[in-house]
């Protein structure tokens, strides 16, 4: 799962990238909607991991659920991407 979220992840910035935006907000839910038709807690979890840990010091949180892990954690990544 970790895997998929992060390609899931890459293919969203690539997409963005490539239409000439210069960021790309990224909702968990979506996200694993992707990977997942239906996801488990445990899935989101992991996919709200893999989008935290891609962010970088020019990436923000828009918005975020009270545990921190949740279909609503929201992050405005900026592209493009560091190598």
Do not use: F, P, S
């Given at each position: 799962m970790n895997d998929d979220c992060?390609?899931?992840l890459r293919a969203r910035f690539s997409r963005a990238y490539h239409r000439g935006n210069d960021h790309v907000d990224v909702r968990a839910?979506?996200?694993v909607g992707?990977?997942?038709a239906a996801a488990s807690e445990s899935e989101m979890?992991?996919?709200c991991a893999v989008m935290r840990a891609a962010m970088g010091p020019r990436d923000r949180i828009i918005e975020a659920p009270s545990s921190g892990y949740g279909a609503n954690?929201?992050?405005r990544y900026a592209l493009p991407r560091p190598s």
């Open positions: 992060d390609a899931a839910g979506e996200l992707d990977v997942h979890r992991t996919c954690l929201t992050v």
